[in-house]
Nanobody, 120 residues
């Protein structure tokens, strides 16, 4: 199995920063990609940022220049540094990992989510 543990969410004022982290554990053979999605009230889940094992990075247009995704391969951990937060960033942020285990080839796994609330 693969377990994802997310942390770092919280309540902040506009313009402040948060740093999310997600650590993958379990019977992992390799990780192809890690990233973050979010779901805001009244909206569908959307991609925020992803990073591959080769450090190819993809950001949603809404967060470019403000958010930075990074990865610690040895620790199976992905981070999302969120600066200049806006009320529109309020959402539940979900960690996503594409990983291969001893039982399955590369497959997606999801964390339970961490709440980010930016006051307005």
């Amino acid at each position: 199995h693969v377990e994802l543990e997310e942390s770092g969410g919280g309540l902040v004022q506009p313009g402040e920063s948060l740093r999310l982290s997600c650590t993958a554990s379990g019977s992992i053979i390799s990780i192809n990609a890690m990233g973050w999605h979010r779901q805001a009230p009244g909206k569908e889940r959307e991609l925020v940022a992803t990073i591959t094992s080769g450090d190819s990075i993809n950001y949603a247009d809404s967060v470019k220049g403000r958010f930075t995704i990074s990865r610690d391969n040895g620790a199976n951990t992905v981070y999302l540094q969120m600066n200049s937060l806006r009320s529109e960033d309020t959402a539940v942020y979900y960690c996503n990992v594409v990983a291969a285990t001893m039982w399955y080839g590369p497959s997606p796994y999801w964390g339970r989510g961490t709440q980010v609330t930016v006051l307005s």
